[in-house]
């Protein structure tokens, strides 16, 4: 039986950002062409705002995605996850999984209250992680569906209206 390869969870290098960016073209980038995807990317504010992570696999980027705080009306001790994306060629090997299992479990975020992010899949993909959707009521984009991760005390209080959802990222 062959070895299961070691997946280590990182900031990605700057020489791997076109892998980042890429491994989400054949969802996001709808008519562009891949220059003209990468040049938007490169040179858009949203992606700026935030810190991207990798997963990687024997020296290759097999999952991405990108870290937000105190961004996009996000409330505080709270971030926000987003773009996460998994190269064709990686895709249903538990790489995105892994990578969000390992980065929530990261010391430094102890201090974080909630975890915020938007689901364009099957929001059983999220949940397997301990994301819940948000109550219809609170839900602003159609597309989209607003999950977080948090103790039952925080989750009440976004039911409530106590504390405010971000707005899309």
Same mark, same amino acid.
């Given at each position: 039986?062959?070895?299961k !390869?070691?997946?280590?969870?990182?900031?990605?290098? =700057?020489? $791997? /950002?076109d892998?980042?960016? /890429?491994?989400g073209?054949?969802?996001?980038?709808?008519? %562009?062409?891949?220059e003209e995807?990468?040049?938007?990317? &490169?040179?858009g +504010?949203?992606?700026?705002?935030?810190?991207?992570?990798?997963a990687?696999? =024997?020296?290759?980027? +097999?999952?991405?995605?990108?870290?937000?705080?105190? +961004?996009?009306?996000?409330? !505080? $001790?709270?971030?926000?996850?987003g773009?996460?994306?998994?190269?064709?060629?990686? &895709? @249903?090997?538990?790489?995105a999984?892994q /990578?969000? @299992? =390992?980065?929530?479990?990261m010391?430094?975020?102890?201090?974080?209250?909630?975890?915020?992010?938007?689901? $364009?899949? %099957?929001p $059983?993909?999220?949940?397997?992680?301990?994301?819940? +959707? #948000?109550?219809?009521?609170?839900? %602003?984009?159609? %597309?989209?569906?607003?999950?977080?991760?948090? =103790? !039952?005390?925080? #989750?009440?209080?976004? &039911?409530?209206?106590?504390?405010?959802?971000p #707005?899309?990222?």
């Open positions: 039986m062959a070895k !390869p070691e997946i280590i969870v990182r900031q990605p290098f =700057d020489s $791997e /950002l892998q980042v960016y /890429l491994a073209f054949d969802t996001w980038a709808g008519q %562009k062409s891949r995807y990468l040049i938007k990317l &490169r040179t +504010a949203k992606y700026k705002q935030g810190t991207w992570w990798v990687a696999c =024997d020296g290759k980027v +097999a999952s991405s995605m990108i870290v937000y705080k105190d +961004a996009f009306g996000l409330p !505080p $001790e709270t971030i926000g996850i773009s996460v994306a998994t190269p064709p060629a990686f &895709r @249903r090997n538990g790489y999984s /990578l969000i @299992r =390992d980065f929530l479990a010391k430094p975020l102890e201090a974080v209250r909630a975890v915020f992010l938007f689901s $364009e899949v %099957k $059983e993909f999220y949940g397997k992680l301990g994301f819940v +959707a #948000l109550p219809p009521e609170l839900q %602003k984009y159609p %597309k989209s569906l607003c999950m977080v991760r948090c =103790d !039952p005390d925080y #989750l009440d209080a976004i &039911r409530s209206g106590l504390v405010e959802p #707005l899309y990222f």
